[in-house]
């Protein structure tokens, strides 16, 4: 069997394995999932009146604000689930299982990169709940076109895919799962600080920066567009910039911590 077949068969198996993991322990999934799906209906239906002011000042409908508060609601639920995969990397690195996987006889990469696409398929499965949700619930893109949908959804997968290298990293760097879930914490905490809830013009001004050179702010406002018709700008490039840059580094970085533990 040649090395790119045997990658892919190993591959599989491992990300098999990962989706049982996950269907076995299902309590860190409900948590992962039901975090944005809880703030979307805070937002909505206790904060929204307060919040929607700072889109045009106190005039915008609640239909408005649905519409302003999905995406970047989309793009915390793909924020949060990392956080599970660097927990998961982590209890294989303290029970001893990745020291088991590497007596045997598969391709190294396939133990890493099962996590990986394990990860992101739960990712994309929780935005598909919470985007069901979301329409329930009054959302409507109506002027989306099939190719801005399609556009919108592989954004989502590269967005996923960078941030699950980096939580692969975590968790392998992580002495123990309470840390990696700690150490996963800004995951979760950037889409808070982004333009998820409110411009970032009505931000204060010392905090506006914050909030603007981030990853998750181009990602949204570039998501935004594609379904919502506002402008994106430069946000499309910088959003694929900042997740070819995350992916390079996360797996760059999870690979040299994954071959200097010893055999």
């Given at each position: 069997m040649?090395?790119v077949?045997l990658?892919?068969?190993?591959s599989?198996?491992m990300l098999?394995r990962?989706?049982?993991?996950?269907?076995r322990?299902p309590?860190?999934?409900?948590?992962?999932l039901?975090t944005?799906?809880?703030?979307?209906l805070?937002f909505?239906?206790?904060?929204?009146g307060v919040?929607s002011?700072?889109i045009t000042?106190g005039?915008?409908?609640?239909s408005?604000?649905?519409?302003?508060?999905?995406?970047g609601?989309?793009?915390?639920?793909?924020g949060?689930?990392?956080?599970?995969?660097?927990?998961?990397?982590s209890?294989?690195?303290t029970?001893?299982i990745?020291?088991?996987?590497?007596?045997m006889?598969i391709?190294?990469?396939s133990?890493?990169i099962g996590h990986?696409?394990g990860?992101?398929?739960?990712?994309?499965?929780s935005v598909?709940?919470?985007g069901?949700?979301?329409?329930?619930?009054?959302?409507r893109?109506?002027?989306?076109?099939?190719l801005e949908?399609l556009a919108?959804?592989g954004?989502l997968?590269?967005?996923?895919?960078?941030?699950?290298?980096?939580?692969v990293g975590?968790?392998?760097?992580?002495?123990?799962?309470?840390a990696a879930?700690?150490?996963?914490l800004?995951?979760?905490?950037?889409?808070?600080?982004?333009?998820?809830?409110?411009?970032i013009?009505?931000?204060?001004?010392?905090f506006?920066p914050?909030?603007?050179y981030?990853p998750?702010t181009?990602a949204?406002?570039?998501?935004?567009?594609?379904l919502?018709?506002?402008?994106i700008g430069n946000?499309g490039w910088?959003?694929i910039?900042?997740c070819l840059?995350?992916t390079?580094?996360?797996c760059s970085?999870s690979?040299?911590?994954f071959?200097r533990e010893p055999?």
């Open positions: 040649n090395p077949s990658a892919v068969r190993d599989t198996t098999r990962n989706l049982l993991h996950a269907r322990y309590s860190l999934t409900l948590n992962i039901l944005p799906i809880v703030l979307l805070l909505v239906y206790v904060f929204g919040m002011a700072g000042g005039g915008a409908e609640r408005e604000y649905i519409a302003y508060l999905v995406p609601i989309l793009l915390m639920t793909i949060a689930t990392p956080a599970g995969t660097a927990i998961s990397v209890m294989d690195m029970e001893g990745m020291a088991r996987f590497r007596t006889a391709h190294r990469g133990v890493l990986v696409i990860s992101v398929l739960q990712a994309l499965i598909a709940l919470v069901a949700v979301a329409v329930a619930i009054g959302f893109s109506t002027d989306a076109t099939a949908w919108a959804f954004l997968a590269l967005v996923s895919v960078a941030f699950t290298w980096i939580a975590l968790g392998l760097a992580s002495p123990n799962a309470e879930s700690n150490n996963a800004p995951l979760i905490i950037l889409p808070l600080i982004s333009s998820a809830f409110v411009p013009d009505a931000m204060p001004g010392w506006q914050i909030a603007q981030q998750f181009p949204i406002e570039t998501l935004r567009g594609l919502l018709g506002t402008e946000n910088i959003t910039v900042w840059a995350l390079a580094l996360g970085w690979t040299s911590l071959s055999k």
